[in-house]
């Protein structure tokens, strides 16, 4: 993958606008400096050690949406930023919000929220890892349900991510949400 995360943001963008574990892990990352800022939050309920299990939190997170408490899916992506590593994060906080789109109304009218499920990776293989670098995929199913008891329709979605090295574990530094 040779998209920058910000392009990667707004592909997500689109594919919000359309919606409305793999690797294993290998040595331990080794702390590496970046220009970028270093505070990084922290999920404690992920093992930053187990690129698959960063990858899959950060898939179920993005697409987490609550239309009582989340103005609009960018917020979800602001949440995800766990998961990232510092210039990712940066680059995301720098985005401003995302256009509410119709499915985004329609979804509000229900009051509705996102039910998320990430299963594995059962796609094309992914590129080989690399000392300082690991691949992950995750499968996630998403369904909006509203709490006037509408449902709308179930989609999946795959989430690749590059993972690499970063303060206490490893922190994606690409994605691709399709």
Known sequence: MTRSPRSHFLLAVALTAMLGACS?????PQHQESSAPTSLAIDPSVDYRDPSAVCAAFAAAVHRLDTTV???PADAYQRATAYLDATSAAALASSGP???TPLWQEWT???AYIKVRVGP???DALPSDTADQRQAAALVAVRP????????PIERH???CVLRPAMGGWRISEYEVG
């Open 24 to 28: 294993t892990p290998g040595p331990q």
């Open 109 to 111: 009218s229900h009051r």
């Open 121 to 123: 990776y059962a796609g």
């Open 158 to 160: 795959t989430v690749t």
């Open 145 to 152: 349900v509203g709490r006037d008891g509408w449902r709308g």
């Open 98 to 100: 995302m256009r509410r």
């Open 70 to 72: 989340d103005r609009d």
